[in-house]
């Protein structure tokens, strides 16, 4: 579809706007309108100063890494070098690539860090995370006044029987279309801003030899390309704070006039996701400024970052999914698989309690999980993480302690199925759903290998 509509657009780009376009604001209202912007002039000056101090303490010390990412099934470097900080035990997922926090100081654990500049910068952080979670807070009950003004003025058009062709061209949202609006509660708002960790950036454009053109605008050289944030809770807000190390060459290149976007500015690009007529917005992006992505204007939306000429930090707030990428979550896991091995009192050794096919399939299952979601993942990348904290280590010798054993009742289930006097279905049974999982395994462990 891609290629496609490339092909079909030619030199022909799609148009898009800046905030020097006459019509930029009313395109924000009407198709952007959960996209909202603070300037750096309204966020408290101390903590500007913690936050930027601790980016630059973090590139000082080399806490910054490229993360190498699978795209339909070859790796790729991403052009921007990540550090991911947050909740202990916290992992985020993005292009088959797991990342683990560093964890923030937090009450209640035992965090050591390498450096105490780098206890000060995660803590730093976390106070911006308690910032934008308020500030994410306000966003929503603005949003949803707004939202509620809307559909008490949609009601007295309707009686009114007029303007009903206008509302439809201004695009008005599809709770006022139903007419049916559901105030949130507390814990509605809560759990859409509650962030758990943030994906922190860099980027220092003059050090990359190449950078991928924006396709659909022309907008220029793109530093992240189009894309929807993934693993995120649903309609949860997305805070960004961004802090590029702009100097007096590239505020005088704000000065001159220029067709498009100012090249040597960073900005945030806006799409609606596969709509060729709404024009796209490129909002330029100073020390310090602050941008939410509310409700569902990331699955609606599509979003890429634009280069400018200086380096370039951001902190990047996100409600990740914990559902199944915690360290909680995947003991228990463990935990629920070695509940079918157990030890003869008497001899020590191991047995299954059940060979049941159910049984046998969640066990390998859990096995697989723990092996290339977790231990791979982290030994693959994770372990650069040592030049923060060690917090891993012990979490990581656990799981494989536990994977270990898991290999044991794998070793089991195959001498229990060798052995004639097992009753045919049920030995076909088993056999049958596990060595689906076992060649899963195998072709897995193939990949992991070359790469």
């Not at 550090?83 to 992992?91: K, Q, R, S």
């Not at 690009?269 to 409700?295: F, S």
Request: glycine share 4%; proline share 4%.
């Amino acid at each position: 579809q891609k290629k496609k509509l490339l092909e079909e657009l030619g030199e022909n780009r799609l148009p898009y706007l800046t905030p020097a376009d006459a019509d930029f604001h009313q395109l924000w209202k009407t198709k952007y309108s959960k996209l909202i912007f603070r300037k750096s002039d309204t966020v408290p000056e101390e903590l500007h100063q913690m936050v930027q101090e601790s980016f630059l303490t973090l590139r000082e010390h080399n806490c910054f890494f490229q993360d190498l990412v699978r795209i339909k099934g070859k790796d790729f470097l991403t052009p921007v070098s990540r550090i991911l900080i947050g909740n202990p035990g916290c992992t985020y997922k993005y292009l088959n690539t797991r990342l683990f926090t560093v964890p923030w100081p937090t009450e209640g654990y035992d965090i050591k860090y390498c450096s105490p500049q780098i206890h000060d910068a995660c803590k730093a952080l976390k106070r911006l995370n308690d910032y934008l979670h308020i500030e994410a807070v306000k966003a929503l009950q603005g949003q949803n006044l707004f939202e509620t003004k809307e559909i008490k003025d949609t009601t007295v058009i309707d009686r009114e029987q007029s303007f009903a062709t206008s509302l439809t061209e201004q695009g008005s949202v599809s709770k006022v279309q139903s007419g049916v609006f559901v105030p949130e509660d507390d814990r509605s708002l809560k759990n859409r801003t509650s962030y758990n960790l943030t994906l922190l950036n860099y980027m220092d454009p003059l050090q990359m030899l190449y950078l991928k053109q924006e396709p659909y605008f022309g907008m220029g050289n793109m530093a992240v390309s189009w894309h929807h944030d993934e693993n995120l809770v649903e309609r949860s807000v997305v805070a960004v704070y961004s802090y590029s190390c702009e100097d007096s060459a590239i505020e005088e290149s704000n000065e001159q006039e220029l067709e498009g976007r100012d090249p040597a500015v960073w900005h945030v690009g806006l799409k609606v996701a596969w709509d060729i007529e709404t024009p796209g917005l490129a909002v330029p992006l100073h020390q310090g400024d602050i941008y939410l992505m509310l409700d569902d204007l990331n699955m609606t939306h599509q979003h890429c970052v634009l280069a400018g000429l200086s380096p370039r930090f951001s902190s990047t707030h996100r409600v990740a999914d914990s559902s199944r990428g915690t360290l909680e979550y995947i003991l228990g896991r463990c935990e629920l698989a070695l509940q079918n091995l157990q030890t003869d009192s008497d001899s020590m050794a191991l047995s299954l309690k059940s060979l049941e096919a159910a049984v046998v399939q969640q066990v390998e299952e859990i096995h697989n999980e723990v092996e290339f979601e977790w231990l791979r993942q982290f030994w693959f990348q994770g372990k650069r993480y040592l030049k923060c904290t060690d917090w891993w280590l012990k979490p990581m010798a656990k799981l494989e302690e536990f994977w270990r054993k898991m290999e044991i009742m794998t070793s089991l289930v195959l001498s229990e199925v060798r052995k004639e006097q097992r009753i045919e279905e049920q030995r076909n049974e088993t056999i049958s759903c596990f060595l689906l999982l076992l060649k899963e395994r195998q072709k897995l462990r193939k990949e992991w290998t070359a790469r």
